[in-house]
């Protein structure tokens, strides 16, 4: 590529120039193509070590004067050809010209404006956003890379880094790259070349580790090898970008998503270095992603920036050290020391935002005040003047309909003030609709419904539960009520003591970030319902099937009110997030939502739950909490070691603690008791559940180290869980299913659950969220990667007793089959990827490909090598495959037809053979001949069935046709019918034409080639015969029963019939008898039977005019091809007759050569462009 001028001092240190004028030189890098010797080695290590753009662009041209020792580099190139065009360009173009030039400093002047001028055209032409935001050292890299490991221009690099690989005891020095889809390494250190290329939807394990072999190395662990790097520069910024990348990938294997760059990232002010546009991208997820988490907000929201600054807290009478974050929605603070003071401040409730007077005691002071009268004072901050305007250019685009003058808190659920009012005199708006706020459910929680009526409870448990409310009520007017209060220390310790139940779906909805939702998408709910409503699916079943087993003890769910209200929910979710849909504990968990909330306010806290606190915990294989699962099984053994073993020998921890997880203890514990843990839960996340869980089997180890079987210990456990009792409550008691199932005659004492909060916290309070978050990676790459093993032996042992391939064939087959659908969900497919998976079908169906890449495949296993002629048969096996004619073929149906290929007989793979060139696998213009294929099956199967029926006495057949009768009817619909070689309909001319060809194409490769060419040609003479014979008989019946009038028609057939058998008699001359005159001179290799034959009757674009068969207007034209056609019997029975064709369809092939071969080509290999001394010839002659 043209490359801007530069200044060279020394033109021939590490080069060697090939080609020169007065003015250019063309040089070429030591080391590069062939020889070199010792120098070459060194030259190629130096420019591996130190990232020398030589490595990638070998080939260079000069600016030379005469007079001047100074040279210019004008163009580099990675190829010979392409060096040699900018060459050869040079030469057209600029000689003649510069050579009329005078001063040598006009020559140098002239040039180096040409060069700028094609570089500014090129740019202008091929620009992107990502060249001008990425660097010219990291596009340099970014082609190296796609240069050394075959990477095509849609696989976009993120960053590289310095580091050693160890292979064996060696480092290899080099350079790591880390595409959006592969880890690469590449090293060539004295002549030895190490390539390594690791999809990262692959990779098992990643993680960081220090040891005395292996100091600050990453190791990177697939199924077969683990690799290790060491020596980076910053081994912790290269970690947490495999991190990111590695989450993709296993995003990819769940949801089947892409990678999608983010578009709306603000562009950097100045270009760095060795800095991507997506590394860019990455390093802003991470912290949006820790910012989200932080101040539990939406998935939308984008954080803008951060910075030191102190926070002034009344309530302590002192300004807090802290961080202050802005994003589009919101005004975050988090104090230094953990647990001090948050703050979430949404821009719909700012009214003012103004700059306060600086003192020495408060310098550079913003004031920020809100609707409901709070105002906070924020000090300290290094740009203030900036910070206020893009604050106040984030709230000028804040919707207005946010900026209402409803008070936040009439959107919780603390009165039903909100549904009275639009109740009263608005029937005729609610009419018709499902839900309105006219509903008793859309005003208030279910359990303050039920509990309304009742009398006032006025004994000690009354007055507690009157002491917290008081208690909370002071520490809103302490600190703020709504989502701009002032989160403390003293809000966890009230949390922890429990939350009243009046105020209970209030502080849900504050801490677990479901009112800012739900305050900015008003009526939202109320459409997604109408929406879902009427809609039948998977999901809608399942919620029917579950709705009377959600919570049946309790009696708001003894109705229609509580049963209506949780299926609107759940049906509303479902519809919101397909996806997810629908999954079991999904019920139970929003049954207790609904108790305490409306019922907007219980799908927004689901919304929370199951999109940001509980990651996939409900998705269609529960990856979540088995990820969850495996870090408690982590955590088990660094807290509780001697149990864990135990307990892992006994398989007790993978059992109990999906139903722990899943449903936040909520059916394993009494329901007043596990109401308190979720208090705990939506303010402190998930750490809280681990607690406990811990804490449960802390107290419970002496019992659970002399258990001595699974269900030992599973009962040890629900008796202790029954037994954790809330002895605050005021509500009734609600009897507790398990506890009666599991009671025994002599109970455990009771546990108090407070106190079992309290213990938790004692014992485990020292797990740290990031902590958790670490180790959920860790186990996210472990059970992705076990439920995709599990998902390839399910297929395999589905498909064993169907085909004749081996288990590792099969799981071969499987990878290569997944990797091409992979491959097509990042590198571009003509279908999209949520078109060609689908979850819910079995594992044999659900990833699925298009013809593009079933023709890479094809070509890469099929035994039937057919050259040129390989995509045409992919087409067909394509289209015979694809029953349903989605245009998509699914694993089973692709084996079906390789296994047909490899391990049927002769007999099975001449019908495969003989299918391929028929309708609906030949095209789509035979629709006819399809027609005919369809009426002569369907009319032969008639008259096969006729017999038996017949053969049967008409009174036994009434006797017989009892339940009996009819289930044995249905079971031989339900079994799949054998073909028989009768079943196959008859082939007409054009149709065996294409035969031949394909037999033609298949042999090109073959040692006995000339063998099995004579015998093609001998069977097509004879099958020419039979058809011509087949169809005299024909047209003999036709004139027998045709009438008088019909006659003139006959001598179109009758030319025919004896033009085709002139052509017979030509084909079978030149195939059966020898060469004659000018033929015999010739060696058979170089006119084979193949081109004779080929030429002379198969190869339609190459036969002589005047031959009735093959010329193309006349075959498609005359009656005569309607009238020839032959049977797959006939073809069998020809083909039986030659040996050669015999042994080639009877020999079995092994496909291990070919699975072997394409993988091989996945890990793509280095491409070496070189150029031999005749081509350098050639170009300078």
């Known amino acids: 590529m043209w490359i801007e001028p530069e200044e060279v001092l020394l033109a021939g240190a590490l080069w060697v120039s090939e080609r020169a004028n007065p003015f250019f030189v063309l040089q070429r890098r030591r080391g590069h193509g062939r020889g070199g010797g010792l120098s070459g080695l060194l030259v190629g290590t130096l420019d591996v070590v130190l990232d020398s753009s030589a490595r990638v662009a070998p080939y260079r041209i000069l600016l030379q004067t005469a007079d001047s020792q100074i040279y210019w580099n004008i163009a580099c190139g990675s190829s010979r050809k392409e060096i040699t065009e900018h060459w050869d360009f040079l030469e057209s173009n600029l000689l003649q010209t510069i050579s009329i030039f005078d001063n040598d400093e006009d020559v140098i002047t002239f040039v180096k404006g040409k060069i700028s001028g094609i570089i500014a055209e090129e740019n202008r032409l091929k620009r992107s956003e990502e060249q001008e935001e990425n660097s010219g050292k990291f596009l340099e890299a970014e082609l190296k890379m796609r240069k050394l490991f075959g990477m095509p221009e849609e696989e976009k690099l993120v960053n590289y880094y310095s580091c050693s690989y160890w292979k064996g005891r060696v480092p290899r020095q080099g350079w790591l790259y880390l595409s959006i889809n592969h880890l690469c390494f590449y090293s060539f250190l004295l002549g030895k070349e190490v390539t390594l290329v690791v999809p990262w939807t692959e990779v098992t394990q990643l993680e960081k580790n220090a040891t005395l072999v292996f100091p600050e190395s990453v190791r990177v662990s697939t199924r077969n090898a683990e690799h290790f790097f060491s020596m980076f520069l910053n081994v912790n910024d290269t970690f947490k970008l495999m991190e990111q990348l590695a989450n993709i990938a296993m995003r990819q294997l769940l949801d089947n998503e892409a990678f999608a760059a983010d578009r709306s990232l603000p562009k950097a002010c100045k270009t760095l270095k060795n800095v991507s546009a997506l590394k860019r991208d990455f390093d802003a997820r991470a912290k949006n992603e820790r910012y989200r988490s932080m101040f539990r907000l939406t998935q939308d929201e984008r954080l803008d920036g951060h910075t030191d600054c102190t926070l002034w807290t009344p309530f302590a009478k002192m300004h807090v050290v802290g961080q202050l974050f802005i994003s589009n929605n919101y005004i975050c603070f988090s104090s230094r020391e953990e647990d001090l003071c948050q703050l979430i401040i949404p821009l719909r409730e700012v009214t003012i935002v103004e700059k306060a007077d600086s003192s020495s005691v408060l310098p550079c002071p913003v004031s920020i005040s809100t609707k409901n009268k709070m105002n906070f004072l924020f000090a300290n901050l290094k740009d203030r003047d900036f910070l206020v305007q ?128 739900m305050a900015s998408h008003p009526g939202y709910y109320g459409d997604l319902v109408e929406q879902a409503t009427g809609l039948c699916s998977l999901a809608t079943e399942e919620i029917e099937r579950d709705l009377h087993r959600s919570m049946p003890e309790h009696r708001a769910f003894q109705n229609e009110t509580g049963i209506a209200a949780l299926r609107r929910v759940l049906t509303a979710y479902a519809h919101r997030n397909p996806n997810i849909g629908y999954c079991q504990a999904m019920n139970i968990v929003t049954s207790v939502l609904l108790l305490y909330g409306t019922e907007e306010e219980a799908f927004w806290l689901l919304v929370a739950l199951c999109e940001r606190m509980l990651p996939d915990y409900y998705n269609t294989r529960v990856v979540g909490a088995l990820v969850d699962q495996g870090v408690f099984e982590e955590l088990t053994r660094a807290f509780l070691p001697p149990l864990y073993d135990h307990m892992q020998a006994l398989g007790v921890i993978t059992t109990i603690s999906l139903s722990w997880f899943l449903t936040l203890f909520l059916s394993v514990m009494p329901f007043d008791s596990a109401v308190l843990l979720v208090d705990c839960f939506f303010y402190e996340g998930i750490k809280v559940i681990f607690q406990v869980a811990l804490a449960v089997l802390h107290d419970n180890m002496d019992a659970l180290l002399v258990c001595g079987d699974e269900g030992e210990a599973m009962t040890i456990l629900g008796r202790y869980l029954d037994n954790v009792v809330n002895k605050q409550t005021v509500a009734p008691p609600t009897p507790h299913l398990h506890a009666l199932l599991t009671s025994g005659d002599d109970p455990p004492p009771e546990i108090d659950v407070f106190d079992l909060i309290k213990a938790s916290y004692e014992k485990f309070g020292s797990l740290r969220s990031d902590v958790i978050e670490q180790m959920r990676f860790k186990q996210r790459l472990k059970v992705i990667q076990s439920l995709e093993d599990t998902a390839k032996r399910s297929v395999v042992r589905a498909m064993m007793s169907e085909l004749a391939f081996s288990i590792e064939e099969l799981e071969d087959l499987y990878c290569l089959f997944k990797s091409k659908h992979m491959t097509s969900c990042y590198w571009g497919s003509s279908s999209s990827a949520a078109q060609r998976h689908d979850p819910s079908l079995p594992y044999l169906e659900q990833y699925r490909i298009d013809p593009v890449q079933f023709a890479q495949l094809f070509s890469a296993l099929s035994p039937w090598v057919c050259g040129s002629h390989t995509p045409t048969l992919s087409a067909r096996l394509f289209r015979l495959l694809d029953q349903n004619q989605d245009g998509l073929v699914n694993f089973k149906e692709f084996s079906t037809g390789l296994s047909g290929m490899y391990h049927g007989d002769m007999t099975e793979k001449l019908k495969l053979l003989y299918k391929l060139h028929l309708p609906p696998a030949l095209c789509a213009e035979e629709a006819e001949s399809a027609l005919e294929a369809t009426h002569f099956f369907t009319e032969d199967r008639l008259q096969g069935e006729e017999p038996k029926n017949g053969g049967e006495d008409g009174e036994e057949k009434k006797e017989v046709k009892d339940y009996r009768y009819y289930l044995r009817m249905w079971a031989k619909e339900k079994e799949p019918k054998r073909e028989t070689i009768k079943d196959l309909p008859r082939m007409n001319q054009e149709q065996f034409i294409e035969l031949c060809k394909t037999l033609y194409n298949m042999f090109s490769e073959e040692p006995s080639e ?8 001998t069977v097509a003479s004879l099958l020419l015969r039979i058809g011509e014979v087949g169809k005299k008989f024909g047209n003999g019946a036709k004139k027998a029963e045709a009438p008088p009038p019909a006659r003139p028609g006959e001598e179109g057939p009758g030319e025919g019939t004896s033009t085709d058998a002139q052509v017979c008699q030509a084909l079978a001359d030149a195939q059966l008898e020898p060469p004659t005159s000018d033929e015999e001179t010739k060696d058979d290799t170089s006119v084979s039977s193949f081109s004779v034959v080929s030429s002379g009757s198969l190869q339609c674009e190459d036969i002589a005019d005047d031959t009735v068969l093959v010329s193309g207007e006349e075959r498609r034209g005359s009656a005569l091809d309607a009238d020839w056609s032959i049977t797959f019997e006939q073809v069998l029975a ?11 369809f009877e020999r079995k092939m092994d496909i291990q050569a070919k699975m072997a071969a394409c993988k091989a080509q996945r890990a793509v290999e280095r491409q070496i462009s070189s150029a031999s001394d005749h081509e350098l010839s050639q170009h300078s002659s």
Not at 1010 to 1017: E, G, M, P
């Open 1010 to 1017: 000339q063998q099995l060419y004579h015998a093609i040609a």
């Open 390 to 517: 893009r604050i106040s250019d984030f709230l000028q685009r804040t919707p207005d309909g946010s900026w209402s003058d409803t008070n936040p808190l009439s959107l919780i659920g603390s009165s039903g003030s909100t549904g009275v009012p639009q109740s009263a005199g608005s029937d005729s708006v609610h009419e018709g609709r499902h839900y309105h706020g006219g509903l008793p459910t859309a005003q208030q929680g279910l359990l303050r419904l039920y509990q309304q009526d009742g009398p006032e409870d006025l004994g000690p448990k009354a007055m507690k539960e009157r002491m917290k409310e008081e208690a909370w009520n002071i520490h809103f007017s302490e600190f703020g009520r709504g989502v701009c209060m002032y989160r403390t220390s003293r809000t966890r310790e009230l949390v922890l003591n429990g939350i009243p139940e009046r105020l209970r779906g209030e502080l849900w909805l504050l801490f677990s970030g479901a009112q800012n939702e």
């Open 1134 to 1144: 020809s083909l039986l007759t030659e040996p050669a064709l015999v042994e080639y």
